[in-house]
């Protein structure tokens, strides 16, 4: 099993990135997909979470309104959409799931993929 997260790079402030996360083999609809990250020298922050059931959705405040995530089933992938960037939003990028999982970052989520680094500089 492998979770595999994309998408990462660097980015002016005020850009946009879209992440992906995705596997081989297994599909992600029974899971709760989580995107988190951790910045340099702090420690790891939820960011947003879709859930398995219906696709309802929760955000971090640092990002609700800036993030979008989203389920594209047949791609078997789940889309982390960021825009108007700001230079805190620099760290590496996680996805993880969490087996029939809801829409809360405080679960048990028990896979997870190497991150991808988002740089958000001038």
């Known amino acids: 099993v492998q979770l595999q997260a994309s998408g990462g790079g660097s980015v002016q402030p005020g850009g946009s990135l879209r992440l992906s996360c995705t596997t081989s083999?297994?599909?992600?609809?029974?899971?709760?997909i989580g995107w988190f990250r951790q910045a340099p020298g702090k420690e790891r922050e939820g960011v947003s979470v879709i859930s398995s059931d219906d696709d309802s959705t929760y955000y971090a405040d640092s990002v609700k309104g800036r993030f979008t995530i989203s389920r594209d089933k047949p791609k078997n992938t789940v889309y982390l959409q960021m825009a108007s960037l700001k230079p805190e939003d620099t760290a590496v990028y996680f996805c993880?799931?969490?087996?029939?999982?809801?829409?809360?970052?405080?679960?048990?989520?028990?896979?997870w993929g190497p991150g991808t680094l988002v740089t958000v500089s001038s």
């Open positions: 083999g297994w599909p992600l609809d029974r899971f709760a």
């Open positions: 993880a799931t969490a087996l029939y999982g809801t829409a809360r970052l405080d679960q048990d989520f028990g896979i």
